[in-house]
């Protein structure tokens, strides 16, 4: 509803509203007293707003704060920008009716809810003078991401890191249905909110609404003072119990009784608006009395915040060359990314952070221990102590943290098994929405990209079995807008060593890299790695006959292990059938497979053919699931000549699981020796024989495998080449 130049209100509805209007009261409350405190106070604070559909309220105080009018000059604090903002509400060309990056001072997309508690805890972490208002609808509450999130504080070190103060706002109902939380009563609130940890003070009087829930929101902030200083003083509390509100409204708290009438005649627009003012006077912008608790600093107002657009500070990345391994040796690339972490956290004290839900020690990474901690406030082994480990099994809690971390300024990086990242999938589709939506403004700056890093992959599984084979968070990936999307599997350490420092330098990206975390070969020495992850993929020369010079057959490994399978075929192949001429590559950036133009790093199709020939057949052994290949190949010219082998939801362990998802040596020399018969005669004339003598070595290995229950000695030994 809006007013007309008349005086007299104007009646206007939109479908687009919905039924979520019971929001806007309870969040533009929020705001006025967070306005209020912050103009006596000079409290530095920000402001997430989980409800989703929240945006009518958070706009209109945007602004009446006039960031709207300094981020989108049409929206103008006058009759003309208030017109606009409404009429083009929800609509195309105009905001959206939930928060997203178009609006100032947001650092959390509405839409899917149950990440506000935790992105809230990610933005404070080194921020020590921030204060986060997040506030957290009963129906979000009811989603098991919100539900671990409250445990966050566990996480904070209130020397290093600042506040989160959590506004449960009950109105009982989601849509039409009632809700968990509505349905509790004031003790059983209080016992659960007290079993978490939190100091809870409930706010219901709704004939004095205003005056406690100013007086909540002041009592709420003393004591995260006081909390800070004592901490910060070296007398840190012990378990502090950190202060949240519960407000209790009812469903459709002062929304109209009617469409048209009464709401409408208790409107009064000209008590909040000039309106056929006096001289000087700006036609349709708000009163004095309106804006009168509006930080008098712009840069202190909720929608100009720059640590929600602007706070972006590059990591000092360490140079990789220096913790290189020798060319040939045997080592994990866990353990070698594990020491190069080690020296990015000393470098980087105080905007980097790993988030991990699974630890690090098994993923190979506790390196970092020997400079850092676990920042595990109520472990009496690691309170007090600082630490830049995030260790708790919940990946929503992890992503959550990551993304309030990375949006506000730093970097982080998330490691984890493979097969369980994808609980975030949905999470990280609406980061990139974000994102995308951030990269179309002309006023957010950079930020630090989101690294993942997946190990503990299905090719090597040691203990584990079935359950933990599940690489399909790289399709995932695969399907974000190209200019977002990074992939990469290194297939050393070494090369690892070069991704990572890549990574970590690398802006306003979705960066995966896949990896094992068990010794494996290092193939390349570090000036070979740097060159070949430059080009994202190269022609491996000492595994390839005459260096790869017209070739019969190309050999392809994209991942660790299924490389290892690749070179393992191609030492095969030169003991067995010495006249086949083999090409080896390895990709290790997954991008350049694409055609010409669909991904910034696409191969031009004169470099593909340069690399993979114009008409040799090419043997694809691909980490993943092979349909993402043909995916990425779509496009690009004779694909009839390209198999492609990968995971094929076969589990068992180790060489088995190369063996029962045809990606081990025997099924890539196999395939090879047929390949390569349609363009060498003399390989022709024995192919049949020699590929069915390859294909009978599997069986051999199978059973020794089911009698000793372990591998065939050798099975991890080095390939040999004359020139390796």
């Given at each position: 509803?809006?007013?007309?130049?008349e005086?007299?209100?104007?009646?206007?509805?939109s479908?687009?509203?919905?039924?979520?209007?019971?929001?806007?009261p309870?969040?533009?409350?929020?705001t006025?007293?967070?306005?209020?405190?912050?103009?006596?106070?000079?409290?530095?604070?920000?402001?997430v707003?989980?409800?989703?559909?929240?945006?009518?309220?958070?706009?209109?105080?945007?602004?009446?704060?006039?960031?709207?009018?300094?981020f989108?000059?049409?929206?103008s604090?006058?009759?003309?920008?208030l017109?606009?903002?409404i009429?083009?509400?929800?609509?195309p060309?105009?905001?959206?009716s939930?928060?997203?990056?178009?609006?100032p001072?947001?650092?959390?997309?509405?839409?899917e809810?149950?990440?506000a508690?935790s992105?809230?805890?990610?933005?404070?972490?080194?921020?020590?003078?921030?204060?986060?208002?997040?506030?957290?609808?009963?129906?979000e509450?009811?989603?098991g991401?919100?539900?671990t999130?409250?445990?966050?504080?566990?996480?904070?070190?209130?020397v290093?890191?600042?506040?989160?103060l959590?506004?449960?706002?009950?109105?009982?109902?989601k849509i039409?249905?009632?809700?968990?939380?509505?349905?509790?009563d004031?003790?059983e609130?209080?016992a659960?909110?007290?079993g978490?940890?939190y100091?809870?003070c409930?706010v219901?009087d709704?004939?004095?609404?205003?005056r406690?829930?100013?007086?909540?929101?002041?009592?709420?902030?003393?004591?995260?003072?006081?909390?800070?200083?004592?901490a910060?003083?070296?007398?840190p509390i012990?378990?502090?119990?950190?202060?949240?509100?519960?407000?209790?409204?009812p469903?459709?708290?002062t929304?109209p009784k009617?469409l048209?009438g009464?709401?409408?005649?208790?409107?009064?627009?000209?008590?909040?608006?000039?309106?056929?003012?006096?001289?000087?006077?700006?036609?349709?912008a708000?009163r004095?009395?309106?804006?009168?608790?509006i930080p008098t600093?712009?840069?202190?107002?909720l929608?100009?915040?720059?640590e929600?657009?602007?706070?972006?500070q590059?990591?000092?990345?360490?140079?990789?060359?220096?913790?290189?391994?020798q060319?040939?040796?045997?080592?994990?690339?866990m353990?070698t990314?594990g020491?190069?972490?080690?020296?990015?956290?000393?470098?980087?004290?105080?905007?980097?952070?790993?988030f991990s839900?699974?630890e690090?020690?098994?993923?190979?990474?506790?390196?970092?221990?020997?400079?850092?901690?676990?920042n595990?406030?109520?472990d009496?082994?690691?309170?007090a102590?600082?630490?830049r480990?995030?260790?708790?099994?919940?990946?929503?809690?992890?992503?959550?943290?990551?993304?309030g971390?990375?949006?506000?300024?730093?970097t982080?990086l998330?490691?984890?098994?493979?097969?369980f990242?994808?609980?975030?999938?949905?999470?990280?589709?609406?980061?990139?929405?974000?994102?995308?939506m951030a990269?179309?403004?002309?006023?957010?700056?950079?930020?630090?990209?989101?690294?993942?890093?997946?190990?503990?992959t299905?090719?090597?599984?040691?203990?584990n079995?079935f359950?933990h084979?599940?690489?399909?968070?790289?399709?995932?990936v695969?399907?974000?807008?190209?200019?977002?999307?990074?992939?990469?599997?290194?297939?050393?350490?070494?090369?690892?060593?070069?991704?990572m420092?890549?990574c970590?330098?690398?802006?306003?990206?979705i960066?995966?890299m896949?990896?094992?975390k068990?010794?494996?070969?290092?193939?390349?020495?570090?000036?070979e790695?740097?060159r070949h992850?430059?080009?994202?993929?190269s022609?491996?020369?000492?595994?390839?006959?005459d260096?790869?010079?017209?070739?019969?057959?190309?050999l392809?490994?994209?991942?660790?292990?299924?490389?290892?399978?690749?070179?393992?075929?191609a030492?095969?192949?030169?003991?067995?059938?010495?006249?086949?001429?083999?090409?080896?590559?390895?990709?290790?950036?997954?991008?350049?497979?694409g055609?010409?133009g669909?991904?910034?790093?696409?191969?031009?199709?004169?470099?593909?053919?340069?690399l993979?020939t114009p008409?040799?057949?090419?043997i694809?052994?691909?980490?993943?699931?092979?349909i993402?290949?043909?995916?990425?190949?779509?496009?690009?010219?004779?694909?009839?000549?390209m198999?492609?082998?990968?995971?094929?939801?076969?589990?068992t362990y180790?060489?088995?699981?190369?063996?029962c998802n045809?990606?081990s040596?025997?099924?890539?020399a196999?395939?090879a020796?047929?390949?390569?018969?349609?363009?060498?005669?003399?390989?022709?004339?024995e192919?049949?024989e020699?590929?069915?003598y390859?294909?009978?070595?599997?069986?051999?290995?199978k059973?020794?495998?089911?009698?000793?229950g372990r591998?065939?000695?050798?099975?991890?030994d080095?390939?040999?080449?004359?020139?390796?």
């Amino acid at each position: 509803m809006f007013y007309s130049s008349e005086s007299s209100p104007r009646k206007t509805s939109s479908h687009a509203c919905l039924d979520t209007g019971e929001l806007a009261p309870a969040l533009s409350s929020y705001t006025a007293h967070m306005n209020r405190i912050i103009k006596t106070t000079g409290l530095d604070a920000l402001y997430v707003v989980g409800p989703g559909h929240g945006a009518p309220a958070i706009l209109a105080c945007l602004w009446l704060e006039e960031a709207l009018a300094c981020f989108w000059p049409r929206y103008s604090r006058d009759r003309a920008g208030l017109t606009r903002l409404i009429t083009k509400f929800s609509t195309p060309g105009g905001f959206p009716s939930h928060i997203n990056a178009e609006t100032p001072g947001c650092i959390h997309e509405g839409g899917e809810l149950g990440y506000a508690l935790s992105v809230s805890f990610g933005a404070i972490m080194d921020n020590p003078n921030l204060v986060v208002t997040c506030v957290v609808g009963d129906g979000e509450a009811e989603t098991g991401p919100t539900a671990t999130a409250w445990h966050g504080y566990k996480y904070i070190d209130p020397v290093e890191s600042g506040a989160v103060l959590p506004i449960l706002h009950l109105n009982g109902f989601k849509i039409s249905e009632r809700t968990i939380f509505g349905c509790m009563d004031d003790k059983e609130l209080i016992a659960l909110f007290s079993g978490y940890g939190y100091q809870v003070c409930i706010v219901d009087d709704m004939q004095n609404i205003d005056r406690d829930l100013a007086t909540a929101m002041e009592c709420a902030l003393s004591e995260i003072s006081r909390i800070q200083q004592a901490a910060r003083s070296g007398k840190p509390i012990v378990k502090p119990r950190w202060p949240m509100i519960i407000l209790r409204t009812p469903k459709g708290w002062t929304g109209p009784k009617e469409l048209h009438g009464e709401f409408i005649e208790g409107y009064r627009p000209e008590e909040l608006f000039v309106i056929q003012g006096k001289e000087g006077e700006t036609e349709g912008a708000p009163r004095d009395e309106v804006t009168e608790i509006i930080p008098t600093l712009k840069d202190k107002r909720l929608g100009f915040r720059k640590e929600a657009y602007a706070a972006f500070q590059p990591l000092e990345v360490p140079e990789w060359m220096p913790f290189g391994v020798q060319r040939g040796s045997e080592v994990s690339c866990m353990k070698t990314i594990g020491s190069f972490l080690r020296e990015v956290i000393k470098k980087n004290p105080t905007t980097f952070r790993i988030f991990s839900p699974d630890e690090l020690v098994s993923n190979k990474l506790d390196a970092v221990f020997d400079v850092t901690g676990r920042n595990f406030q109520w472990d009496v082994a690691s309170r007090a102590q600082g630490g830049r480990v995030i260790e708790i099994l919940s990946e929503h809690t992890c992503q959550g943290m990551l993304q309030g971390y990375t949006l506000t300024g730093r970097t982080a990086l998330f490691p984890t098994y493979e097969a369980f990242i994808g609980i975030v999938h949905t999470m990280m589709v609406q980061y990139s929405k974000f994102t995308k939506m951030a990269h179309e403004t002309d006023w957010r700056t950079d930020v630090g990209s989101v690294n993942y890093l997946e190990t503990s992959t299905w090719a090597r599984q040691e203990h584990n079995g079935f359950s933990h084979q599940n690489p399909s968070f790289i399709g995932a990936v695969l399907n974000l807008k190209p200019k977002l999307a990074r992939v990469y599997l290194p297939p050393d350490a070494n090369c690892f060593l070069s991704t990572m420092a890549h990574c970590l330098r690398a802006k306003n990206y979705i960066n995966l890299m896949v990896g094992s975390k068990q010794p494996t070969t290092a193939w390349l020495s570090p000036e070979e790695a740097d060159r070949h992850c430059v080009a994202g993929a190269s022609v491996w020369k000492f595994a390839s006959v005459d260096e790869g010079v017209n070739p019969d057959v190309v050999l392809v490994g994209i991942g660790t292990e299924v490389t290892f399978e690749v070179i393992s075929a191609a030492a095969l192949l030169r003991k067995l059938v010495p006249a086949l001429r083999v090409r080896v590559i390895n990709v290790t950036d997954l991008m350049i497979l694409g055609p010409w133009g669909s991904h910034p790093h696409a191969l031009s199709n004169e470099d593909f053919e340069s690399l993979f020939t114009p008409d040799r057949h090419v043997i694809i052994n691909y980490h993943s699931y092979p349909i993402e290949v043909k995916g990425l190949l779509s496009g690009r010219p004779n694909l009839e000549r390209m198999t492609i082998a990968g995971y094929q939801e076969e589990g068992t362990y180790d060489i088995s699981m190369m063996l029962c998802n045809h990606v081990s040596r025997y099924h890539v020399a196999a395939a090879a020796v047929r390949a390569g018969a349609l363009f060498n005669a003399k390989v022709a004339s024995e192919a049949h024989e020699l590929a069915t003598y390859i294909m009978h070595l599997i069986a051999q290995d199978k059973k020794y495998i089911l009698h000793e229950g372990r591998d065939p000695d050798g099975t991890y030994d080095t390939p040999v080449f004359d020139k390796f």
